[in-house]
């Protein structure tokens, strides 16, 4: 008998749907500035995600429906095949969820007991497997002059040449993040490197607007009470005021903080990565912590770090420290703190 | 208007009690046979007082109070005993235990009642006047109300009488409340007067406009100048005495912590009601106000007779065959019943009856992704996804060091989750095996002690019998040598070893079982 | 040269006064270790694991003379405890130990006892009473199910009865959760 007799009617699966659907803004934004390749790779990353959710349930003999339902899987499929390159070859995305799937959840115990990140998890072996493979990011702009069509797209995903005199480098382009960390080595000037094209307004042309669609789920999850404010306010604070002590130190070096916000991976990670509840810290103090340490992190390893983006890296940094911070940060109970705390005054 | 405070967390669940509260409290009469179990409060199990054969009459001592924690159980009727035995009672184990069974003669003729007026009557008489009449809470938890009015640590300076009634489908406490307020207000103030309280303050949810314009007519005409009826926001678990006590005085009483050493206690509107009858009127608590409810055809309260068979009740209340189970209490904290057939006791504030289609079970558990959204709504402060881990892999030590015993079970950690993880379950198990380890330990600690006299014992039976066999060898060796006229030595006691042998007897007297603190609801 | 020997020695002598200041200050009468298992000993004080208490063979474990798994009552869960405590690892109980049995209570026949007093002798914690050519009882609060006065009693008056969980004892059951093997399996294990 299952005592209370009703319950509240949400579930993991609602909740992981709920997750999915406020990426769907984010995944429109990026088909119109990339094209329809993101598609491919979502897909691609769903069919190996539940393949190898299935295999692996069976293999640890677990129910395999109920798992599979949930939706964790996709969820974590999304979110790798939204960090990787949109025209990654077919085998990178495979491989990166197999490994995500795998390796990080399943053998850490499965859904709930991974310390890790899945996704981020993923991203960080492709990362260091196959930089040159993870660098060559589509170019919106040459997107929007030489337009792949979609079945271009898909062919050169499974490994067919690009049509005609197209070559990869004239289609893709480094990030602005990684852009940018090359101007400066070069001696020029972050005030004369944004003076190009694939800026944008605030952080990378077609990047910028994804990561308003991130924004813009980010507070429907808000607004649905799916996740709490403690991590990505945290996070995007954190970075903000990282990146704006060291802008108004030296601005020819240091990007602004805007700019840090709205380029790399930085929404995505504010509201749907840190926001993992598995490999997040249960406490608010701990959340607290926890965000502001990846927000600061992801700037270090941007800015000093050999890696174009670092949130995933901050990321699996700060998934270490969890249970330590979930240790230290254990509130007060009942009857533990004073007495007449959170007076309300009755009209 | 009066400052209120708030407590952590709480949910909203439906209420659904407008469906038992539209009809008044019904006598629920005398059925053809009483099974009056003879623990019915937190303690002791009261002595048997009666015979078999014994014919008795209403209000007569069924059985006697023993140690310091107990309470009277009576017999609810006139009429004869016809056994003594152990039954099935109203328990989450389905286990039997003591149970007086009376064959009613319908006639209800009452033993002789004494009324005492309690401003010329000391405290300590009226405690024990409340203790021989069987007052315990009624809100759930049974704590003997006499001991809850022995004064404590600090000076008295708020009563709390709790008619929130914040669990859903209960209703008892609001139609007693819409009933027989004038009698439950004189019971909080004899209480008032008893504990030598400053102020009575009677919290009531706000969904409960009737009992909250019942109560404040009541203290009206009553004219009692210290007594105010206080509204407080419908959360759950509001009602939990705690959390109410915290709400009105904004004062945390901490797990172990008895709240009159804080100057505030707390009693349920129905345990203040049965003071007074008990006090006022001479009337032993013999019956209780219980809410049948959930799928039935009529869901309504009764005044039912303590001992009356659950399956009476629920026929009254028109039974339906798609009825799975029985839940004791309510559908947040509630038990399921061994079977309907057990009788009505002094804790059964209401029964839900179960179906599938009424309350359909939860899809089947999922891990927990540690979405905090339990710690979110734990009116303790806990972190339930800790816990839920630690008593998961039976690591009870971790459990109480994150505080597994401020707990009361509310169940509003449930109710939220997502996984349906029935994490209340995982808490009740990890709190009966912490307290079956103590009682182990206890009892080898006991058996060790034991032990170490034994062989104490045996070794100074030994060197008594070597003394004695040495003493005998010089009583011939100086018998052989008084000839030559040597004086014998005197053999010295041994004052040490007797001393040592003193202390530990002392020392294994046993220690005393000391009940834990169920105050959770009252 | 001279500076870092200096500093060594300094250190060295620093060192030792602070070793020899705890070595008095925290100073241990007896062998803790010996207790700590002797805790976790059921205390039947049964002599099933061929030694004569739970104490004796608590000072065999601790001095590495006896193995961990020779106490049937303590239960697996007792081996487990002490393996964590020892730091050993988990030893299942041999083919040559006794078998597990449900914890009981003795029982004197009353209307057999003859009164020879030979099983409160054997009675290790002082819970049988009664006197020479008198009728025996058992004070079953005090009796730890050991069955050493089963073996003295010339007319085989005793019998072991098994405790039954009755209201004040039950325990919540570990709750069942069907979407996880495991808990089923933890479940099979506590029933077991």
Redesign the interface.
Known sequence: ????????S???S??MLRVLLALLPAIAVYVWYYGPAILVSLSLASITALATEAVMLKLR???VA??LG?F?ALLTAWLLALSIPPLAPWWLVVVGTMFAIAIAKHLYG????NPFNPAMVGYAVLIISFPATMSHWLSPLAHAQTSLSFADQLGYIFGNPLPGSTTLDAITSATPLDHLKTQLHGGVSVHDAMQSQVYGYLGGYGSEWVAAAFLLGGIYLLGSRIISWYLPVTFLVSLFATAGIFHLANPELYAAPLFHWFSGASMLAAFFILTD??T?P??QKGKLIFAAGAGFLTYIIRVFGGFPDGVAFATLLMNICVPLI?LYT????????A??S?????? | MRQLFTFHGGVHPPANKTQSNRTPIMQAGIPEKLVVPLHQHAGNTAKPAVQIGERVLKGQLFGMPEGSVSSAVHAPTSGTVAAIDMQVVAHASGLPDLCVTLIPDGKDEWVPRKQTDYRTTPPAELRNLLRMAGVVGLGGAVFPSDVKLRPGAAKMKTLVINGAECEPYITCDDMLMRERADEIVRGAEMMRHMLEAEEVLIGIEDNKPEAIAAMQQAVQQCGFARMEVVTVPTVYPGGGAKQLIRVLTGIEVAAGVRSIDLGVQCFNVATAYSAHRAVEHGEPLLSRIVTITGNVAQPQNFEALIGTPISVLISKAGARPDTTAHIMGGPMMGIRLPSAEVSLTKACNCIIESSPALFPPPPPAMPCIRCVRCADVCPADLQPQDLYWFARSKNFGKAQEFHLFDCIECGACSYVCPSHIPLVQYYRFAKSEIWANEREKKAADIARERHEFHLLRQEREKQEKQAAKDKAAAAAKAKAEAKADIKPEARPAEPDQIDTLRAIVRETAHPEVVHSDAETKD | MFTALIIMSLLAVLLGAVLGYSALKFKVEGNPLVDKIDAILPQTQCGQCSFPGCKPYATAIASGEAEINRCPPGGEEGIRKLAELLGRDFVPFGDDAAAQKPKSVAIIDENTCIGCTLCIQACPVDAICGAAKQMHTIIASECTGCELCLEPCPVDCISMIPIREDITTWKFRFPSAPASRRAEKDKEALTA
């Open positions: 008998m299952f005592i209370p007799l009703f319950t509240l949400s579930s993991v609602g909740i003999n677990r129910p109920p798992f949930d964790s499965g859904l709930g007991s509840p598995v997040s249960t406490t979930d254990q509130p007060k109970v009942f009857g533990q703190k007495s007449t959170n007076k309300q005054e009755r009209p």
